[in-house]
């Protein structure tokens, strides 16, 4: 019973927060989440550092996905401890990359890409694993189940790029071509449920001049696509289906990052075959290999009435505030916006 509804209470939440996030975020207001006043000019008004919408559904989303990410584990009887641990080697190899790959692919120094950033997740979490089951087996005296592992951390990725898409539709960024350009099959498809994005200051209208513009919804279905397999992934995890588990969410989510770059209008890359779908594809060979080889999990019933007495412990919450801080810090101050900031007095209130 536990377990049913939790997976019923994660798709009616996951549902309602993309519906309302596709019908909102868009707008022109949900941009900027705050603007901090920086530096005073010479004409008494101050310089502002933007605060984004974008940083705080990246943050949420990843937070979000660690928090999945050791609900499952400790399910299956890995300590928080380990959870937290593999977690910071993660981001210490993925946020940098986030960066640096957007960087060498679009040639830009001040954005980021989270398909660069999940493909190298993919490449050493294998290596990572196995890194930490000697340390945990001396120090802890535990063993960690690998394929659980693998299904957890797959899981846990595509909940939170569901969320993080948000973010994209709050920035403008990562957006789908104008349906007057898409092949007609598509534009008809999408002719009632397009996206328009407004604002002089989304990626989609200063790098493409799209403000206003019917566009094809990919942020929009790759969250629902993203969510409806994470949602699957968690309900094969629970019947202890972990192969599967893993599978699903892997794929679903490579396999449409893979079409869904010919559906977008923003940079990727000079050549036509992107240097994300290349990506995408290595990603879904490589870990589909590894995952069929992997060996049967250790007969483990996931356990989620222990796995939340783990979670919503005072070490585990703080990890996560501490990781939503540090990922919103790094993620949500804008660097292509700036603003100009004054302050007055309202005289009749004083």
């Known amino acids: 019973m536990l377990n049913a509804g939790f997976v019923a209470a994660l798709a009616l939440g996951m549902f309602a927060l993309i519906v309302w996030g596709v019908r ?6 949900w941009q900027m989440l705050a603007a901090v006043p920086i530096a005073k000019s010479v004409d008494g008004s101050w310089r502002g550092l933007n605060l984004t919408f974008y940083g705080f559904f990246s943050a949420t989303g990843t937070a979000f996905g660690f928090a999945i990410m050791w609900l499952l584990l400790g399910s299956v ?3 928080v401890v380990v959870s ?4 910071l080697l993660i981001l210490l190899v993925c946020v940098p990359a986030s960066r640096m790959i957007a960087g060498l692919v679009e040639n830009k120094r001040n954005t980021f890409t989270v398909a660069g950033a999940a493909f190298v997740a993919t490449i050493v979490l294998p290596l990572l694993v196995l890194a930490l089951q000697p340390l945990a087996a001396h120090v802890l005296h535990c063993e960690i189940p690998v394929l659980p592992t693998f299904a957890a951390a797959a899981i846990a990725y595509v909940l939170a790029e569901s969320i993080g898409r948000l973010a994209c539709l709050s920035f403008g960024c990562c957006y789908g071509m104008p349906l007057r350009d898409a092949n007609p099959t598509i534009a008809r498809l999408f002719q009632k449920h397009n996206l328009v994005i407004h604002g002089a200051t989304k990626k989609a209208a200063y790098a493409s001049g799209l403000d206003g513009e019917p566009l094809i919804p990919v942020q929009a279905v790759t ?5 409806v397999s994470g949602i699957a992934g968690v309900a094969l995890f629970l019947t202890r289906q972990f192969r599967l588990a893993a599978l699903v969410p892997l794929i679903a989510s490579w396999g449409w990052r893979t079409g869904s770059e010919w559906l977008r209008a923003d940079h990727r890359g000079a050549s036509r075959f992107s240097a994300y779908q290349v990506m995408a594809i290595v990603s879904v060979i490589y870990l589909s290999i590894v995952l069929l080889l992997m060996p049967a999990a250790l007969p483990v019933v996931p356990d989620l009435a222990a796995a939340f007495a783990q979670v919503f412990s005072a070490p585990a919450i703080l990890a996560l505030q501490i990781f939503w801080v540090a990922l919103f810090w790094y993620y949500g101050r804008s660097r292509v916006t700036a603003s100009t900031l004054s302050f007055h007095v309202v005289a009749d209130r004083i």
Do not use: D, N, Q
């Open 24 to 29: 909102t975020l868009p707008a022109e207001r």
């Open 77 to 79: 009887g890995i300590p």
């Open 84 to 87: 937290i641990a593999l977690v």
């Open 223 to 227: 969250s629902a696509v993203f969510a």
